[in-house]
């Protein structure tokens, strides 16, 4: 999955408002003008979204860092509910003023998109304002208390003097920043709104793997004091310098880090005392409509949870008949689950689970990606200049992070797109999985749209950094399927990995929904993967502790996967021998992340230009 959404400029633009009339009422009838008129409205209103972008870059440091700015690089967010607030108002008076200034008719194509977009998120956010307090401010899969220190290690680069001096005031700032995250919490938690209790013991855990270590306790270099005292090493400065910055950083981390984290950990074990093993969204106030609110947000539909759970029973059935193929094409003998049980258990499906084994692991990851980067050409008219690295998460937080996942590069080209692979215990990526994970992740999936988007030309800024959960990770489950057409599966098993992989999103439209709409246990859950899916147990259990702590999130994959290939076998079916699979990507991929509603009247238009 794509990781650091949070950092990303613009609030996500997803939900379920329709875009037929998005224009304000008196621009309806306007006329289209003369094509100056189209250029200049255009041109004018893109300046007007470059100015909002600039807005809301400013009030962001952090995302300056992870964009590659280092402007701003000495401070932190304001991430309080009174900036959240602010934001939510600035944004509609925004939405306003777009309709007050701009004609809609006027506009050229991409304009009217980009118009409808920005509607659209500032629509979707006076939606889901209400419930601003319903999501978690921390969980063990992800908040501040690993994410600050996540972001300091991965994106805050050191290559001068005061991008050391920069990377301690951060540090100094860190009790500020993680006490406004913990006042949310406590807000939350005065109304009822409390992380089932198996939570808080991971939240407490990772809390304290910050902490451990030099200079807050014997042993090893904590993370944070390892990376910036490796970073300031690096340096071309005087011994005395360094040793000044160091002991500087060692005082940053003691009187604002440690207090920061002890601070989070108090609050944690108090919370705990009072939490319940309740599970779902439904257990929250209103929490009908607050889990309505999320599937609506993440999937882009109006699909209820009845009508998700449906869908995914129905997908597992038919995908697992796909599997029972492969089964009869090894000569495997025994039920399904019989042989789920044999991949999860057969030492010929995981290299050995120490060093020589991460090694190898990340070696043929590698090849993987390597090998279909040479496969581009016939697939892709468009291309990313981006490259793009494997590497492995780090070891202070594999036992917070997701099994993979995927970073965009920087702007600037300083820094690739990587996808990362969590190897902390070896044996919970099989090698059978292997290919399409990278695939997911890397080429052809979230690296291919998420650095197109981002190098696109023509287009306001907000759209390359904007992104709809159902759109982005509905392409990347996709693309596992492209290599299947190719023939680039090496083995029946690996590719039963990918049926794997999808059947894996599909029994997570059943699971989510059970949660939080159809008041499932945590146990409930796991056991119908276990009987339904080939995952290890311990990634199954993993897994739905995300769900239960994301709601509607895991929802989305599935469902954009089936609209785009809903779409291609509409596109092949209407154009016959004039369908060609490089300009189909192009229409997916050539406009950045949309909804699913306008991604269908995109192909839609595709169809009608290329039919003979």
Known sequence: MRNLAKLLLCSTLLGTLSFVGACSKDQTNASSGTEAQVQSETARINNWFAARYQDQLASSPLTQTYLGMKGAQDKVDDVSQAAIDEEYTIGQHWRDEMKKEFNFDRLDEQGKISYRLFDYDADISKKTHQFDDHDYVFNHMSGAHTEFPTFMVNFHSVDTLEDAKAYISRLKQAKRYMGQYSARTQAQAEKGILLPKFVYAKLISASQNVITGAPFTDGADSPLFADIKAKIEKLSLEQEEKDSLLSEAKSALMESVQPAYIDLITSFKTYEQNATNEDGAWKLPNGEAYYQSRLNYYTTTDL???????????????????????????????????????????????????DKGREQYMREATEIIATMKNKLDDLFITKPKADMIVKRVEPFREASAFGAFYDQPALDGSRPGTY?????????????????????????????????????????????????????????????????????????????????????????????????????????????????IANPEGDIRAEIDRYIVWPGQATAYKIGMLKIQELKKKAQTELGNNFDIRQFHDVILANGSVPLSILEELVDEYIANNKA
């Open 304 to 354: 209820t949870a009845d009508e998700i759970h449906s869908i995914g029973l129905k997908e597992v059935a038919r995908i697992q008949d796909e599997m029972r193929k492969i089964m009869e094409q090894v000569g495997f003998e025994g039920n399904l689950q019989a042989f789920y049980n044999f991949l999860r258990t057969d030492n010929q499906f995981t290299f050995s689970n120490d």
């Open 420 to 532: 990362f692979i969590n190897l902390r215990d070896v044996r919970e990526q099989p090698t059978y999985l292997m290919q399409a994970l990278a695939y997911h992740e890397g080429i052809p999936g979230h690296h291919m749209q998420i650095a197109i988007s981002l190098e696109l030309e023509g287009i306001p800024e907000f759209r390359k950094q904007g992104g709809h959960t159902a759109y982005i990770e509905g392409w990347a489950l996709y693309a596992e399927s492209i290599p299947a057409e190719l023939g680039m599966y090496t083995d029946p098993y690996k590719d039963f990995g990918r049926l794997s992989m999808e059947i894996f999103r599909a029994a997570r439209l059943v699971v989510d929904t059970g949660i939080h709409a159809k008041k499932w246990t945590r146990e409930q859950a796991v056991q119908y993967m276990l009987e339904n």
